[in-house]
Structure formats: C-alpha cells, structure tokens
C-alpha cells in the first residue's frame, strides 16, 4: 500500500530521506510487525506455541500487505497504532492458516509491540546520525588542520576583539561533534532494550515462561532485556532526545557562525555555491545562506519538541493517558530535523569557500586596535600593568579620534618607544604573532576526533 498523502514540500530541505523513511507509516509499521514476527519465533523457541505458527506469522508480518488509511482510521478509534494493527494481522493470518492465528500478540501488550518498534526505529536513526556525525567530524578536521594558521578577527559581543585562527573556531565545532559521538556511544546500552511487559508489566499472562519468553525475544530483535519494564519510565527516550537536542543546538552553532561570517560586511567564509543555491526571487546578486538556515532553524524548534518529552515524563501509574501519545510524533519529528540538518552541515564543512585576505583586510578595519593587548602585556613587564594599561587606553583614543594606525601612534609616543623598539612594535602589531594557543587546540581537538574514530 502506498502511504497517506502528507505534507512534503520542505522535507528535503528540512529532512534527509533516509531518516524520514525510518519515520514513515511503512517504517512504523514494519517495526511493530518485526516485534510481533520475533515474539511468535521467541514463544515457539520455549514451547509456548507451535513451531508450526511461527511461518504463517512471519509470512504476514511484512508492512506491504496492510492498509495505511485504513489503519490511520481504525487508530481513531482504537486510541493506539497496535490495536488495529494487531487485529489486521490476524485476520491477514487466518486468511492461509486459521490455526496460527489464535497465537498472535499471545501475552504481550499494546505498548510492548510500540514501543519496541519504536527502538527498532531508533536503532536505524542511531545508526543514519552516527554515520553523519563521523563524517562532519572528518571533514571538520581537515579543515581545522587546513586552516590552523589562518588568521581572523575573534569576535565578542559582536565587535572585534583579538586575533584567532579560523582553524580553531572550526576546531570548536569539531570538539562539539565529537562529545555529541560520545554521548550517543554511551547511551546506547540505555537506549536499545526490549519493552515487554505485558497488561500491567508483570507478564502474568505468560506464567513461568515469561522470562524465558523475554530472554529470548530480545535475542531475536538484537536488543538487550531490561531489569523492569519501562510503560511509565520514560527516561530512556528523553535522554535520547536531550543527546538530539545537543546535537542540532551544536549544529545550530556552526550555522550561526557561517551565517555571520557571510554577511556582506565580513565576507569571510561561505557555504559552498551551486547553481540556484541561495538566490533571491527579486535581487539577482544575493547569495544567502540557505544551509545555516536549516542549522538555525532545527536548533530553534528542537528544543520546543525536547520540552514535549519532558512534559511527557510524569506519566500516571502503569499506563500513561495522554503523555505516552504526546511522545509519538515528537521523538521521530526531533530525528528527522536532526537528520536534515546534519546532511545540510555536511554540505558546509565540505565545500566551505575561505576569503583569507578578506579575513586580513577586516583585522585591520579597527587600525591596530585589535593587537593593543598584545602591546599592553610586554609593556606591562617594563612599567607595571596600571600604567601600561592606560597608556594603551590613551593611545587608542588618540588613534580613533585621528583616524590613524595605533601603530603610528605608538611610535610617536615617548614613553612607549622608550621601552618598545620599531622591531618589537611591528612584531607586537602583525596578527600572526598574537595566534596563542591556537594551533594547540586545533591539535587537541582533532586528536581527540581521532581517538574515537580509531
């Protein structure tokens, strides 16, 4: 069956394909069938049922063979997606083995089957954002080592204040990619678990083969068996979505600082260009950027879907009214802006067009003025930090009142030249020699994205 007509008009910009495929109505489906499928081989393994309903089972548990709109329907109704799914399995097995119907969904509950599709799912979008996230941090670090020695302007509060290095702003962004790799890695023993439980969480119905039953199922879906069921806890996913969460604010990151640096009035580094890419209807010479903007607006609405989840977590007793559907679309909404923002980031990093004389030219708009630290520290060791600091500070004034280089300035100052050479001051002023520790940390980070890649 084909799926329900939706609205996909911003999915490729917003969404990458693979990951909206896990959340379709087809990828939905087929995980909660792929739980039934596995329960029925699990009870037969312990006796439970017959070996021979396991095949009949399995032959309809294929996602193609079910009725979307019937089934959106029929959840009206049910107030669940595994009710009518469950209902629609049988009678698709009774049509070719009547005997194997009567051992469907034998012991487990609605949530069991949902819930456990759902880390299914999770395991796939896991798998698509591990994979992105490995390759931004290799493309991060290339360029961090390609750019490590090219000079900036660093910015704060918007203004400029002291050289970088756009090798390490790009290292910050790396070192961001990699904790975010290193909390989904740790997360995952949390994550990936069954959920099977049963009416109440007791699996009272299946007597002393529960835990049998429950052993083997999450051998069969490659999952681990928690020590409890998790109905009503539902820390697990949140964390999960905090991770995301992490993840598109970092990227988020990464989309405001490219954003910036293409304004017109920096011009320093762009998105890589591409016929009809960041057009204007109306201006023919804008080249806006199209792929921080998805950056942006992902890390603007995640955490509005993250606060659902939240909300979600006081859920009533052993069954929760209300907050377990809130979670429904809102964990698989979170993946998929994530996803759409990491194939967007990826474009970035990749092709990102560097303007270093640009960069140069904008670290002299201020005359100097950005390198008056750098003078003040050595002046500071020959006449005290006060008075160094207020000679500066008066030095500076005269520049932007005269609309001269501090640099001249500088050398017409007495009290200056007495302790600073030509030589020192011009050293003192080039951008280059006041870089820090900044190829340190481009080193450190891309050792560290190293380490958990190897």
Known sequence: MNQRPGNQLFDAYFTARDMRDVFCDQGRVQAMLDFEAALARAEAKVGLIPQTAVAPIEAACRAEHYDFAALAEAIATAGNSAIPLVKALGKQIATTAAEAERYVHLGATSQDVMDTGLVLQLRRALELIEGDLSQLG?????????????????????QHATPVTLGMKIAGWLGAVTRSRQRLQELKPRLLVLQFGGASGTLAALGTQAMPIADALAAELHLTLPDQPWHTQRDRLVEFG????????????LGRDISLLMQTEAGEVFEPSAPGKGGSSTM??????????????????????????????????ERSLGLWHAEWETLPEICCLVSGSLKQALLVADGLEVDAERMARNLDLTQGLVLAEAVSIVLAQRVGRDTAHHLLEQCCKRAVAEQ??????????????????????????????????????????????SALTA
């Open 138 to 158: 290799e493309t991060l670090s290339t360029q961090a080592r390609r750019y490590v020695a090219t000079p900036l302007a660093g910015r704060t509060w918007l």
């Open 242 to 253: 905090s991770v995301l969460g992490l993840i598109a604010g970092s990227l988020g990151k």
């Open 284 to 317: 023919p010479h804008k080249r806006n950027p199209v792929s921080a903007a998805v950056l942006i607006g992902a890390a603007t609405r995640v955490p509005g879907l993250l606060s659902t989840l939240f909300s979600a977590m006081p859920q009533e007793h």
């Open 404 to 449: 001269r280089h501090l640099r001249a300035v500088l050398g017409d100052e007495p009290q200056v030249t007495a302790e600073l050479s030509a030589a020192e001051l011009d050293h003192l002023l080039d951008p280059a020699n006041y870089l820090g520790q900044s190829r340190t940390w481009v080193e450190r980070a891309v050792a560290e994205h």
